[in-house]
């Protein structure tokens, strides 16, 4: 199992255009993927989960990945929040 945590710096946070691109993303991948925020941990299946979360700038989330394919996975949700979304 691999953890990884962001602090979102996107004053907007998590909108529909990079949830959606997250939820294509995470889908090429058997392992099972999940988004944490404050006590909510959600599966990265669906936009709809990722919207009604409700980040925004400033908020922690943590992605937690396990499976046969975590460390691929692992690398590309970190290249996305490079490409998508600005973190700390």
Request: proline letters at 3%.
């Amino acid at each position: 199992m691999i953890t990884k945590e962001y602090t979102i710096l996107a004053p907007e946070g998590i909108h529909a255009r990079p949830a959606t691109t997250l939820v294509k993303l995470v889908k090429k991948f058997k392992s099972t993927i999940s988004l944490k925020t404050g006590a909510k941990t959600i599966a990265l299946n669906s936009v709809l989960n990722i919207l009604a979360l409700a980040t925004k700038g400033g908020d922690q989330i943590g992605i937690i990945i396990d499976g046969e394919d975590e460390q691929e996975a692992a690398e590309a949700i970190d290249t996305f929040f490079k490409e998508h979304l600005p973190y700390s």
